[in-house]
């Protein structure tokens, strides 16, 4: 199975391009929908929540409180690496779980969509990082636009992130969104195209040859690891 990392920048297009390749009916693994879920009512990362920073981080109804949390950690470094220590690892299992369902359901390609893909370390793990640019004006435009904030407040979240243009050093395939959305939508299509031809077999076909499944994992992740290697870790921000 075919692991891509699909990431960019913020209001660079990201969404739109995972949307196109759900409509394409590839399997799209979220980080963002699954650090929500990993901290929902009755999870053992929310209970750790609790337990480091008191019920008041909870609703009446003992959902988390988003806000108020956010307002905590933004605040106080020691606390936001308090809570990144619980929330991190919780989401990555969590990815690891949803790829080994699509590994089991005999997916051919996995789409990981992470906006800290290059950030944190995945990068380094899937087949293809695929980063969706756009310039860094049409990136504010679309931020202030899209979030009805003010040109210092969309500055001001842009530049608390690693640059768009930095993320595209780490890419297999750049996806340029400075175009219209019919222009987007054809590079999707090409994209389509190219990962499911170079997907390979599921494990489902590949379990009559046993010995190729093990040695193309092998093979597949050594290769990686050598490529991988050879690039600087980018500054975290
Ligand atoms: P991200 O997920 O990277 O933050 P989005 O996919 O939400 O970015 O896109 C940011 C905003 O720009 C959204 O309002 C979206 O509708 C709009 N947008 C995305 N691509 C285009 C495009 N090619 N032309 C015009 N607007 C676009």
Redesign the pocket.
């Known amino acids: 199975m075919l692991v891509i990392g699909l990431t960019?920048?913020?209001?660079?297009?990201?969404?739109?391009v995972s949307s196109l390749l759900r409509a394409h009916h590839l399997p799209i693994v979220d980080a963002d929908v699954l650090a929500r879920k990993v901290v929902e009512p009755g999870t053992p990362a929310l209970a750790q929540i609790v337990r480091a920073f008191g019920r008041d981080v909870l609703l009446p109804d003992g959902s988390l409180d988003r806000a108020k949390l956010g307002r905590i950690v933004f605040a106080d470094e020691a606390k936001r690496k308090q809570l990144n220590a619980i929330v991190h690892p919780a989401v990555r299992r969590a990815m690891l779980w949803s790829i080994l369902r699509c590994w089991w359901r005999g997916e051919r390609v996995c789409i990981l969509d992470v906006p800290l893909l290059i950030e944190g370390s995945l990068w380094k793990w899937v087949a293809k990082v695929v980063v969706?640019y756009c310039s860094a004006d049409i990136q504010l435009q679309?931020?202030m636009?899209?979030d009805k904030s003010s040109r210092e407040d969309a500055s001001a979240r842009l530049s608390a992130q690693l640059p768009i243009t930095e993320k595209v050093q780490y890419a297999d395939v750049v996806i340029d969104?400075s175009?219209?959305?019919q222009?987007?939508e054809r590079q999707v299509d090409q994209l389509v195209q190219r990962i499911v031809k170079e997907a390979g077999w599921s494990w489902r076909l590949s379990w009559l040859f046993p010995p190729w499944g093990v040695i193309s994992a092998v093979g597949t992740l050594g290769w990686r690891a050598l490529r991988r290697s050879q690039k600087a870790k980018p500054r975290r921000r």
């Open positions: 960019g920048g913020i209001a660079t297009g990201k969404s739109t969706v679309r931020l636009k899209r969104n175009g219209t959305p222009e987007v």
